[in-house]
């Protein structure tokens, strides 16, 4: 399972190379390292960013794939390099494509920490926690029923039994494939400031900030062939639920919630 790609969009269009250099070169050195060793499965860790400007929402696994910046591009590449490993050599890959991957580990061993935070949940709790004064919002004039982006939060253990379920097809014999991994739940900024002052029982101070570039008015997952074909189903996905992981990982150690 391959996870050591770096992820910051914006980061990548300001240094392309950094992000060709690691979430490609470096991949498939993996990759050959694993040829070497005669390991033929992959689990790969990809994104909604290969689609680019979604045509339709929810975005299935039909959807043309056009991304828009060198991140979504570098994990393009990969996906393709692995349809023809597996074609030259058998190697079998599974490419999960993650939409928001947020919460922490029930158990707070493990959760966020970016060292520039850059995640509008984290970011939103830690305004709650008093780390931080304010939140930005991104665009207050977006198309949308409260005119802030739409997003599709995926909790992190439910991104991990995905891995699971996909490690287990891959053993059995299964074939290559692609999956879209999201809720199929979209929530807006607003909501997700919402719930967070509701989880936290604080308030969370926000102020309108212009458009991200390249942020999408909604990005959502249709999940619907994982869910079929691996029986997948996530556990996590009300939004309340996910920010209350995310806000015991942010307070471990402060605060019995
Ligand atoms: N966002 C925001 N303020 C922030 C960070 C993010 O309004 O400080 C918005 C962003 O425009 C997007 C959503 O929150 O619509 C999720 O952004 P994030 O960076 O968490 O994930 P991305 O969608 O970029 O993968």
Same mark, same amino acid.
Request: aromatic share 8%; net charge negative; charged share 15%.
């Given at each position: 399972m391959h996870f050591a790609s770096f992820i910051q969009v914006g980061e990548s269009v300001q240094n392309p190379d950094k992000y060709y250099q690691n979430n490609v070169a470096n991949t498939l050195v993996l990759l050959d390292a694993m040829q070497a060793h005669g390991v033929k499965n992959f689990i790969f860790s990809s994104?909604?960013?290969?689609?680019?400007?979604p045509r339709y929402t929810p975005i299935d696994e039909r959807h043309p794939q056009q991304p828009i910046n060198p991140y979504g591009r570098t994990k393009l590449i990969v996906e393709q390099v692995q *349809?023809?490993?597996?074609?030259?050599? %058998?190697?079998? #890959?599974?490419?999960?494509?993650?939409? !928001?991957?947020? =919460?922490?580990?029930?158990?707070?061993?493990?959760?966020?920490?970016?060292?520039?935070?850059?995640?509008?949940?984290?970011?939103?709790?830690q305004v709650a926690s008093g780390r931080r004064k304010n939140i930005s919002v991104f665009g207050r004039d977006y198309g949308t029923p409260d005119v802030t982006c739409i997003r599709d939060y995926i909790h992190v253990q439910d991104l991990?039994?995905?891995?699971?379920? *996909?490690?287990q097809s891959l053993?059995? %014999?299964?074939? #290559?494939?692609?999956?879209?991994?999201? !809720?199929?739940? =979209?929530?807006?900024v607003q909501e997700?400031?919402?719930?967070?002052?509701?989880v936290t029982g604080r308030k969370?101070?926000?102020v309108n900030s212009p458009r991200r570039e390249g942020d999408p008015a909604v990005l959502v997952a249709d999940s619907a062939l994982i869910r079929e074909r691996l029986g997948w189903t996530p556990q996590y996905s009300d939004l309340s639920t996910i920010i209350k992981y995310a806000w015991k990982w942010e307070t471990r150690g402060t605060l019995e919630i």
């Open positions: 994104s909604a960013a290969i689609f680019g400007e *349809a023809d490993y597996d074609k030259a050599y %058998g190697m079998k #890959s599974v490419c999960l494509r993650y939409l !928001n991957a947020a =919460g922490a580990d029930p158990e707070v061993q493990l959760g966020e920490r970016h060292d520039l935070e850059t995640h509008l949940i984290p970011l939103v709790l991990c039994s995905a891995h699971w379920l *996909a490690l053993m059995s %014999g299964s074939d #290559s494939q692609a999956y879209n991994l999201g !809720n199929g739940n =979209g929530f807006s997700v400031i919402d719930a967070a002052e509701q969370i101070a926000s």
